[in-house]
């Protein structure tokens, strides 16, 4: 059984929006909406309780609060994800920690940032993020919108301010006029506000449909290998799904790390507690938002300290410390195997020409 912290979603996501990213390099797995699945077939009980806690991935871009998506803002948005000029030092992008071709992570035990100082903790897959009830390991951003504007501003990551990335992007003709067609209302569009909503907008395309998983989920039973339906049972009947279920498989709350015992300092850090650090909370120390387990094993290494790389290590750290049962290699072998079919379809996205600076653009700060 899993214990939890008593922290319910927010609002659930509302519907769908289907827009095409094709002229943007993105690639869509399918057009529209997702077919009706098709019933489970003659005696394949687990199809039925696979599908009673998972959803498929959408194939569409789904609808962020407060922020229409257009195609001109998903333009804006890719831009910006790839300049290394909103930070400081000229070096460091939104794809330097959630680099697209490798997971939407760095594969580095926690980031590394302005003047190559480590970060705190390890970088969350940026794939699929649209769909967590929030952003961070600990939650304390609501949206991507949120997320975009910390990274810019955190001086262990790119140490910038939002007076200094408007200063680059106002010295920038083309970035202006970027943002006054991704903003056509707006008197004044370069603002620090439609940068992260721009981030948003080009973020909520990084989807990864498709998985041999979903396919199982909408009724291909030979989608799975036997090996992997064994996992698949293993991780229902354990009490895997009970943290990470519904359509990311994961990333809907908060858990504690070590509901039955807590992993030793390697894995755990004693000084990093977690959720308690937004909510003052004592009964939040060593909660964490459970993380998407979509495109696991491209993610590695793995918890929110990085100190795990190989994935059944992972597991089996998962199997003791959150359900108290001791899996057996063989176990551990077939949950893995389950989830290696969550990795879907991954973003194409044409690397995008960034406008030249002039010389009214902040020159790079390294101190």
């Known amino acids: 059984m899993h214990a939890q912290s008593g922290h319910r979603p927010t609002a659930a996501l509302k519907g769908l929006l289907v827009a095409t990213a094709a002229a943007l390099g993105i690639l869509a797995a399918t057009a529209g909406t997702a077919p009706a699945a098709d019933p489970p077939a003659a005696g394949d009980a687990l199809m039925g309780r696979a599908r009673e806690l998972f959803k498929p991935l959408p194939a569409t871009l789904p609808a962020i609060r407060n922020n229409a998506v257009t195609r001109e803002k998903i333009e804006l948005g890719k831009m910006l994800f790839f300049d290394p000029r909103l930070s400081a030092s000229g070096i460091f992008s939104c794809n330097s920690c959630h680099n697209l071709g490798l997971g939407g992570v760095d594969g580095l035990e926690t980031s590394v940032g302005h003047g190559w100082q480590k970060g705190p903790r390890n970088a969350p897959t940026v794939l699929n993020a649209v769909l967590n009830v929030a952003q961070f390991?600990?939650?304390?951003?609501?949206?991507?919108?949120?997320?975009?504007?910390?990274?810019?501003?955190?001086?262990?990551?790119?140490?910038?301010?939002?007076?200094?990335?408007?200063?680059?992007?106002?010295?920038?003709?083309?970035?202006?006029?970027?943002?006054?067609?991704?903003?056509?209302?707006?008197?004044?569009?370069?603002?620090?506000?439609?940068?992260?909503?721009?981030?948003?907008?080009?973020?909520?395309?990084?989807?990864?449909?498709?998985?041999?998983?979903?396919?199982?989920?909408?009724?291909?039973?030979?989608?799975?290998?036997?090996?992997?339906?064994?996992?698949?049972?293993?991780?229902?009947?354990?009490?895997?799904?009970?943290?990470?279920?519904?359509?990311?498989?994961?990333?809907?709350?908060?858990?504690?790390?070590?509901?039955?015992?807590?992993?030793?300092?390697?894995?755990?850090?004693?000084?990093?507690?977690?959720?308690?650090?937004?909510?003052?909370?004592?009964?939040?120390?060593?909660?964490?938002?459970?993380?998407?387990?979509?495109?696991?094993?491209?993610?590695?290494?793995?918890?929110?300290?990085?100190?795990?790389?190989?994935?059944?290590?992972?597991?089996?750290?998962?199997?003791?410390?959150?359900?108290?049962?001791?899996?057996?290699?063989?176990?551990?072998?077939?949950?893995?195997?389950?989830?290696?079919?969550?990795?879907?379809?991954?973003?194409?996205?044409?690397y995008p020409l960034l406008p030249a600076s002039t010389p009214a653009t902040p020159q790079p700060v390294f101190k």
């Not at 083309?174 to 981030?199: C, G, L, R, S």
């Not at 030793?264 to 650090?277: C, N, Q, S, T, V």
């Not at 938002?289 to 994935?311: C, E, I, M, Q």
């Open 137 to 350: 390991w600990d939650g304390r951003a609501e949206d991507l919108k949120a997320q975009a504007k910390g990274p810019i501003q955190a001086g262990v990551e790119m140490n910038s301010t939002p007076d200094r990335v408007m200063a680059v992007l106002n010295s920038i003709p083309t970035y202006k006029a970027k943002f006054a067609d991704a903003f056509p209302n707006e008197k004044d569009p370069v603002t620090f506000d439609n940068v992260a909503m721009a981030i948003e907008a080009f973020e909520a395309t990084l989807t990864t449909p498709a998985a041999p998983f979903d396919q199982y989920l909408e009724g291909k039973a030979d989608a799975l290998t036997d090996t992997q339906k064994a996992g698949l049972e293993l991780f229902i009947d354990k009490g895997c799904a009970g943290c990470h279920n519904g359509v990311n498989v994961g990333g809907h709350d908060y858990f504690p790390f070590g509901v039955v015992a807590k992993p030793g300092a390697e894995i755990l850090p004693p000084g990093d507690k977690g959720r308690f650090a937004v909510t003052k909370t004592a009964d939040d120390e060593y909660v964490f938002r459970a993380p998407t387990l979509r495109n696991v094993t491209l993610t590695a290494p793995y918890f929110h300290s990085g100190k795990v790389w190989d994935l059944r290590q992972a597991v089996a750290v998962m199997g003791s410390s959150q359900l108290g049962a001791t899996l057996s290699d063989q176990e551990i072998d077939k949950i893995t195997a389950f989830l290696t079919t969550l990795t879907g379809q991954q973003p194409r996205v044409e």
